[in-house]
């Protein structure tokens, strides 16, 4: 036997004269084939080890057997969590993308707009800029139209600058707020199903390896980063990166010295080790979950 695995000869004993716990634990450890972790039996192997179970052990067979279905159905809500996560996920990356591709516009705009201004925005980083008047008498004689925009309202502000409106009510910001929290969310769903599904594995006693490889896979995709750069981490500096300074959120960004974290720290990240497993509330979700699989 190999890598936890059943050679041919193994499975033909265990078929031939295995006890009943040896063959429903081969049986349910090559189910979860159906999970990505490799099936174990041929279609005869699976006839035959069926069919090796005399009549008046069945009912141990199925008591065996149902509790591998019932963990496969957790297992099987799981997969359609981590399936919402990684959907939630792409679509919070896309609208961090138009953020960070509308403010690049919006700089670029204004820096053409008064090209004079180009080296103050260099030295300070993004502050509000100057629209000459003449830029902005053929804005107004043109009837340049901002109200036909569907990410972005672009705006002039008093000081004659192109604003583009990625704050505020129904913004482009709102809606990465609103999609963060809605994966974190489902990502502390994700979590507690997790815990419950764990503790039913302990107290039912199935040692199936196959269930371990499976949570360690899907943790691996739960803790993958969420954000698309250190900025929307709440980090807009590699600088206070490399000093190690990486949990920003808590402090007030007119504190940093750097130009790039002067305006606005976002935190965009669903980490794992931001919720709390033991809060009674998280508690109490495990529990409805435990008790539902």
Known sequence: MTDRRYSQGDIDRIISSGSIKQKSRLYIR????YFGQGFILTYEDIDLLVLSVEAWK???WNEFVSL???????????????DRIKGLRKELVRTLSEIHDFEKLELLLNRLLDPVEAELWDSVGEPDSLISDIA????RDKGIEFDRFKLVSPTLD?????????SGKGSLREVAEAERNLLRRETRYYLCYEVAMK???KELGLNIPEYDNLFI????????????SLRWEGVQDNRTYQLGETNLKDIDPQDHPFPSLMRMIEDYSVR????????????????????QI
């Open 30 to 33: 090559d189910r979860m084939g």
């Open 58 to 60: 069945r009912k141990e």
């Open 68 to 82: 591998g279905l019932r963990l496969e159905n957790g297992f099987k809500d799981l997969n359609i969590c981590l």
């Open 136 to 139: 902005l008498s053929r804005l």
């Open 158 to 166: 008093s000081s004659n600058h192109i604003n583009l409106r990625l």
């Open 199 to 201: 503790q039913k594995v």
């Open 217 to 228: 896979q899907n943790r691996e995709v739960i803790e993958q980063p969420v954000s698309m």
């Open 272 to 291: 794992v080790k931001d919720i709390d497993l033991d809060s009674p509330e998280n508690k109490e979700l495990t529990n409805r979950l435990y008790s």
